[in-house]
């Protein structure tokens, strides 16, 4: 019996593969401007990640971040420092010690038309906006970071009078459930 299906099944999956086949190879062609206007389509990305940093960390002398990187008994995660404004006595904010995994399932990217809502003004708004709808979870595996203010970018500008203020630390072992969209508008007039 078995036998009998599997012969009558094989020319329609065959008919099927060679229909796919033939779509699969069909050649893309070009539109001019005025047809790509007329064009209306719906898209967006699903998006799955995951982001991994400096998992086994580095050496640092000590916990009070002199960040001599000489021990190499204790780690000591990234570091990104970044200055605001131009003026040289403006020290420098820095997100330190910066190490873990951080792993997604599910941010989506798509534009929306906002045409409605917001206490009434969406109606003259009446624009594309683009949303981004947060992943349902975000699962964190022994990721931390400092946040902190430091006179130089890094201890080596400045040895001896290098200082840094940690303002405060994160410590993420564990799963976030989040839910919702964030709408972000553009501020130029179309």
């Given at each position: 019996?078995?036998?009998?299906?599997?012969?009558?099944?094989?020319?329609?999956?065959?008919?099927?593969?060679?229909?796919?086949?033939?779509?699969?190879?069909?050649?893309?062609?070009?539109?001019?401007?005025?047809?790509?206007?007329?064009?209306?389509?719906?898209?967006?990305?699903?998006?799955?990640?995951?982001?991994?940093?400096?998992?086994?960390g580095g050496p640092i002398a000590d916990a009070t971040y002199t960040?001599?990187?000489?021990?190499?008994?204790?780690?000591?995660?990234?570091?990104?420092?970044?200055?605001?404004?131009?003026?040289?006595?403006?020290?420098?904010?820095?997100?330190?010690?910066?190490?873990?995994?951080?792993?997604?399932?599910?941010?989506?990217?798509?534009?929306?038309?906002?045409?409605?809502?917001?206490?009434?003004?969406?109606?003259?708004?009446?624009?594309?906006?683009?949303?981004?709808?947060?992943?349902?979870?975000?699962?964190?595996?022994?990721?931390?970071?400092?946040?902190?203010?430091?006179?130089?970018?890094?201890?080596?500008?400045?040895?001896?009078?290098?200082?840094?203020?940690?303002?405060?630390?994160?410590?993420?072992?564990?799963?976030?459930?989040?839910?919702?969209?964030?709408?972000?508008?553009?501020?130029?007039?179309?």
């Open positions: 019996m078995m036998k009998t299906i599997i012969k009558n099944i094989a020319p329609v999956l065959a008919s099927i593969y060679v229909s796919f086949a033939a779509t699969a190879h069909a050649e893309l062609t070009a539109i001019d401007d005025a047809e790509l206007s007329d064009a209306v389509a719906q898209g967006g990305l699903y998006l799955s990640g995951e982001f991994s940093l400096n998992e086994e960040n001599d990187c000489t021990d190499e008994t204790k780690r000591c995660g990234a570091r990104f420092a970044y200055k605001m404004g131009g003026n040289p006595e403006n020290g420098w904010y820095v997100i330190d010690d910066w190490k873990g995994e951080a792993s997604f399932e599910g941010l989506t990217i798509r534009t929306r038309r906002v045409d409605s809502g917001f206490n009434g003004d969406g109606a003259d708004f009446d624009k594309e906006v683009l949303e981004i709808g947060l992943p349902s979870t975000m699962k964190f595996k022994n990721y931390q970071y400092n946040i902190g203010f430091a006179s130089h970018a890094s201890p080596n500008d400045a040895p001896g009078s290098y200082q840094q203020t940690n303002l405060y630390g994160i410590e993420i072992d564990g799963q976030v459930n989040m839910s919702g969209n964030m709408l972000i508008f553009p501020t130029a007039d179309k």
